[in-house]
């Protein structure tokens, strides 16, 4: 039995046909948008705001990797949280607080107090990538959990798409300042939304005794080599994808493109095919099982990465859309696979994906930028087709070699229970 919250014995989740599972599907669909419009939206504004300071691209980067490094601060303490008020109230609470953060940023005077306000804003977003999947997997029937997790990072995909198309022309035309203030304002319509649309929950109870503290909720996934792999493919496909999305910009400045400034952020737009991507991948892995469809993507961003090397604008753009793709087939399987394959602890199981994540989309997205500063785009590709090369073999290690090997639940009685 799953101890993460103890559920009505009679409640098995929505399913197809009720009303609530999309009004839940269509909330966190917003949430997700919410999020990270405000999250990537500046990755399309890093060269205005390399231009405008005078920085490298590496130093401009930092606007993106310190407000995912906020939110992989923060998904842990979310987590915790929300064990205790519920998963509802917790992401209430983190939206409104960010929407908040999200105007004040860009008004700050110096760089320097924008990226501590970005870092802020990561930590107020933690809630929704920390407990959404958990929510889904305690609120609906378990045939349904894959293709809303799909539906979730969709939403994730078209706010980042939406911000950084918009964030992207606007800093050319108006300045990265006024650019940002569109996004958060476009962030607080979708977090009005999600406050308006989401049910209240009935698969959890937060008055319930956890037969388990925090702190073993949290290494039983460290010792568990199926979760080891999932996160695995969370921290190197995501980072691979910072990466790429980061500094793929600045390479289209550069000859033999020299696209110009104001056009580059429209390239973003090959992000689009992430968003449908996500919501196709959900319904694959009951056809072909999850780790077919993890190594599918992989596949493809590894086939994108190739194309990205080409001297063509056409064929670069086309690598640009392979390769998203590819990422959005496996990321969210791995998401959704988080709360499916979570023996103990859901929240916390599915909180370390998203820290895994984050944390890798900040790390990688700013360890690139200083190889892409220091050796070039060739190079930059070459460390991420590495990052994915590595996710491929720690996916089947995990999901199929060593699939034997997971520890057995502890015995409540045998656990430290001292409060955490």
């Known amino acids: 039995m799953n101890t993460t919250n103890v559920r009505a014995s009679a409640w098995s989740g929505y399913d197809r046909g009720a009303p609530e599972l999309r009004r839940i599907t269509v909330a966190l669909f917003a949430a997700g948008f919410a999020v990270f419009a405000q999250v990537f939206g500046s990755q399309a504004i890093l060269p205005a705001v390399s231009a405008d300071l005078g920085i490298s691209a590496s130093q401009a980067a930092l606007m993106v990797s310190a407000t995912t490094l906020g939110l992989a601060a923060s998904v842990l303490p979310w987590a915790w949280l929300a064990d205790r008020i519920g998963r ?9 607080a960010a929407t908040v953060v999200g105007f004040s940023a860009p008004l700050l005077p110096t760089f320097e107090g924008v990226l501590l306000a970005r870092v802020v804003l990561g930590l107020a977003l933690g809630a929704v990538p920390a407990v959404s999947i958990a929510y889904l997997a305690e609120e609906l029937a378990a045939s349904r959990v894959a293709v809303a997790a799909g539906i979730f990072v969709a939403g994730n995909t078209f706010g980042g798409i939406c911000g950084r198309l918009i ?11 006024p650019a940002m203030l569109v996004v958060a304002a476009l962030a607080a319509v979708a977090a009005i939304a999600f406050v308006v649309l989401i049910p209240r929950a009935r698969g959890f109870r937060a008055d319930v005794v956890q037969p388990f503290p925090l702190r073993t909720r949290i290494l039983f996934q460290l010792r568990d080599p199926v979760m080891l792999g999932l996160y695995a493919q969370g921290f190197l496909l995501m980072g691979a994808f910072g990466a790429v999305y980061n500094y793929f ?8 493109f020299s696209v110009p400034s104001a056009l580059v952020g429209l390239l973003f737009a090959a992000y689009f095919f992430g968003t449908i991507a996500s919501r196709v991948s959900g319904g694959r892995v009951a056809r072909f099982g999850a780790l077919p469809v993890i190594l599918t993507g992989i596949a493809l961003m590894l086939i994108g990465l190739a194309l990205l090397l080409t001297p063509t604008l056409p064929a670069v753009i086309a690598g640009l859309v392979i390769f998203t793709i590819g990422c959005f087939t496996a990321h969210p399987v791995a998401s959704g696979q988080s709360g499916i394959r979570a023996q103990l602890g859901r929240a916390q199981a599915t909180a370390l994906y998203q820290l895994c994540w984050l944390g890798g989309t900040a790390l990688f997205g700013w360890v690139a930028g200083i190889v892409y500063d220091l050796a070039g785009w060739p190079a930059t590709v070459g460390v991420v087709g590495t990052l994915c090369l590595a996710a491929a073999v720690l996916a089947v290690l995990g999901l199929r070699v060593f699939t034997d090997r997971r520890p057995a639940l502890p015995s409540p009685a045998l656990v430290d229970r001292t409060p955490v």
């Open 249 to 256: 910009g600045f390479r289209l400045l550069q000859p033999p």
């Open 88 to 96: 509802v109230p917790a992401m209430k609470f983190s939206i409104t």
């Open 167 to 177: 964030a992207g022309p606007l800093s050319h035309l108006l300045g990265w300042r």
